[in-house]
Every structure is written in C-alpha cells, then in structure tokens.
Nanobody, 119 residues
Framework: QVQVVESGGGLVQPGGSLRLSCVASGRIFSIYTMGWYRQAPGKQREFVADIPSGDSTNYADSVKGRFTISRDNAKNTVYLQMNSLKIEDTAVYYC?????????????WGQGTQVTVSS
C-alpha cells in the first residue's frame, strides 16, 4: 500500500509563489506516475499536472507556464512549484501516485493541502 502525504500549502498573495511537496512511501516510487490535482469549493477535483517515471510532464492549460512539476526519486518526493499565483488557484491540492497493472489503474491519494491566494 502506497501512502501519500502533501505539505507546503498556505496563504499567499496574488503573484506570489509556493512550493508543494509530496512524499510517497514505497520502494518502487520511481515506477509511479505522480500527479497533482486540486479542488476548489463547490467544484469537482481537476487535474493540475503530472510527471510519469520517464520525466515527461503534463499540465492543465490553466497552469501551464506558471507551475512546474518535478520529482526526486531518491527522496520519494514530487514537487509542485507554483509561481504567479492567482486568486482562482485557491483550492485544496492533492497529490497522487498511480500505475496501470493487470488492466487496473491503481491510484493513491494524499489528504490534501490548502492553498489560499488572497490579497
């Protein structure tokens, strides 16, 4: 069982920056695609970014050019560097780890960390 724990959220002013961290348990961290999602009040959880084991990256259009996802396999950690933050970025940010095995997509979620962008 993979356990995922996020940290780094907080209150920041528009235009500011935050770096979120996510630590996942397991000895095979490197084979998982790691991703970030977010959920704003009254809205569904949405994709933000992910980074497969091959180090390619994918971003939602809403964050492309402002957010950067990276991973450090030696530390079992994935990061989300968030720059030029906007009020609409306010949400609970969730980290996940996933892999496809035997026709099943296994997904493990963290508990979330609150990011509030406000002046």
């Amino acid at each position: 069982q993979v356990q995922v724990v996020e940290s780094g959220g907080g209150l920041v002013q528009p235009g500011g920056s935050l770096r979120l961290s996510c630590v996942a348990s397991g000895r095979i961290f490197s084979i998982y695609t790691m991703g970030w999602y977010r959920q704003a009040p009254g809205k569904q959880r949405e994709f933000v970014a992910d980074i497969p084991s091959g180090d390619s990256t994918n971003y939602a259009d809403s964050v492309k050019g402002r957010f950067t996802i990276s991973r450090d396999n030696a530390k079992n950690t994935v990061y989300l560097q968030m720059n030029s933050l906007k009020i609409e970025d306010t949400a609970v940010y969730y980290c996940n780890a996933r892999r496809l095995r035997g026709g099943t997509n296994y997904v493990y979620w963290g508990q979330g960390t609150q990011v509030t962008v406000s002046s």
